[in-house]
């Protein structure tokens, strides 16, 4: 016998709200469930597992594009696991730019904060600097280009 769960069931399970469980449904990530006699969504082990392996995607930051391609390649295990590899890559490319930029930023933060000498708000230097949309306050050249 496999196990059944309702959609509170299967959110509490694996931790994803039901309304993103919905959502995931009406994108084609999982498969429409089983129907109650009462028409409520009666899940099994195989939705349990695909969430599982979706919610784990998002925690590892892939986007809903990847997470697409890579639900795709693992239902056709046949398929050329070069692929896998290639998103996988491009996630850690992704990583590596996050990095600098989150480097850069508390950099930008650290000269702020070390500029801060107390005092009023009215002569704050971190206040003067956030105040300047154009940054010209901020010593690194990379801060605020996208």
Same mark, same amino acid.
């Given at each position: 016998?496999?196990?059944?769960?309702?959609?509170?069931?299967?959110?509490?399970?694996?931790?994803?709200?039901?309304?993103?469980? @919905?959502?995931?449904?009406?994108?084609?990530?999982?498969?429409?469930? #089983?129907?109650?006699?009462?028409?409520?969504?009666?899940?099994?082990? #195989?939705?349990?597992?695909?969430?599982?392996?979706?919610?784990?995607?998002?925690?590892?930051?892939?986007?809903? &594009?990847?997470? @697409?391609?890579?639900?795709?390649?693992?239902?056709?295990? &046949?398929?050329?696991?070069?692929?896998?590899?290639?998103?996988?890559? #491009?996630?850690?490319?992704?990583?590596?730019?996050?990095?600098? @930029?989150?480097?850069?930023?508390?950099?930008?933060?650290? @000269?702020?904060? #070390?500029?801060?000498?107390?005092?009023?708000?009215?002569?704050?230097?971190?206040?003067?600097?956030?105040?300047?949309?154009?940054?010209?306050?901020?010593?690194?050249?990379?801060?605020?280009?996208?």
């Amino acid at each position: 016998m496999s196990a059944i769960w309702s959609i509170g069931e299967l959110a509490r399970e694996t931790g994803v709200k039901p309304t993103t469980i @919905r959502w995931y449904e009406q994108e084609g990530w999982l498969p429409p469930p #089983a129907r109650t006699a009462g028409g409520h969504r009666a899940y099994g082990v #195989a939705h349990l597992r695909r969430l599982g392996f979706i919610r784990h995607a998002r925690e590892l930051g892939f986007g809903s &594009e990847a997470i @697409r391609a890579l639900l795709d390649l693992a239902d056709h295990p &046949e398929a050329d696991c070069g692929a896998v590899h290639a998103i996988a890559l #491009a996630q850690i490319r992704e990583i590596d730019a996050r990095l600098r @930029r989150l480097e850069a930023l508390r950099g930008e933060l650290q @000269r702020m904060a #070390a500029s801060c000498a107390g005092g009023v708000a009215g002569d704050c230097r971190i206040i003067e600097t956030l105040a300047d949309f154009a940054h010209g306050h901020c010593e690194d050249p990379t801060h605020g280009k996208p």
